[in-house]
């Protein structure tokens, strides 16, 4: 059963920087587009960023310029590199496959702007 497993959500200042890991368990890692979704209290999960298997990006205009989705096929591992965070960011992030969401939701990480 493939697992996703996010991390390194934290409090930050805003204008302050975060990088996202998120390991997918599994054999399948390398025919998925993957993208990283977040929810904040009282709204849907939304997408913010992906990219495909041969890694082209695609970016929601709210973090555009600002955050930068990357791969690593050889350790299965999805990254959201978060720059000039603002408040509006705050939100529990996942990951999953895209634009379809194969995959049964990890936790998520929690990141928090605030100063």
């Known amino acids: 059963q493939v697992q996703l497993v996010e991390s390194g959500g934290d409090l930050v200042q805003p204008g302050g920087s975060l990088r996202l890991s998120c390991v997918v368990s599994?054999?399948?890692?390398?025919?998925?587009?993957f993208a990283w979704y977040h929810q904040s209290p009282g709204n849907q999960r939304e997408w913010v960023a992906a990219?495909?298997?041969?890694?082209?990006?695609t970016y929601a205009d709210s973090v555009k310029g600002r955050f930068t989705i990357s791969r690593d096929n050889a350790n299965n591992t999805v990254f959201l590199q978060m720059n000039t965070l603002s408040p509006d960011d705050t939100a529990t992030y996942y990951c999953?496959?895209?634009?379809?969401?194969?995959?049964?939701w990890g936790q998520g990480t929690q990141v928090t702007v605030s100063s």
């Open positions: 999953n496959t895209w634009p379809v969401q194969h995959l049964s």
């Open positions: 599994g054999s399948d890692f390398g025919i998925y587009a």
């Open positions: 990219i495909t298997r041969g890694g082209r990006t």
